[in-house]
């Protein structure tokens, strides 16, 4: 299995307990990698041009989310 050596990218989502959380990565992120934070809607426009339908956002106990798509049929 080939690692991954994609964009990094962030959900931001609202209410997070850290309001400048989102902020101080998207810098980072943008400095250090290609990648910069999105939100779901953004997230489903760029699934949708690749072909991909969002099935589910998976909270996880650090301030990264998996985002689960699947092809459209």
């Known amino acids: 299995m080939a690692a ?7 959900l931001v ?4 307990p850290f309001p400048d959380h989102g902020t101080v990565v998207d810098v980072a992120m943008m ?3 290609t990648g910069h934070g999105r939100g779901p809607s953004e997230l489903d426009a760029l699934f949708t041009r690749a072909g991909l339908r969002r ?7 650090s301030f990264a989310s998996i985002v689960e798509a ?3 049929t």
Do not use: N
């Open 31 to 33: 400095t250090v990698v």
């Open 70 to 72: 699947e092809a459209m």
């Open 55 to 61: 099935t589910r956002i998976l909270p996880t106990p």
């Open 4 to 10: 991954f050596s994609g964009p990094v990218d962030e």
């Open 13 to 16: 989502t609202a209410g997070y």
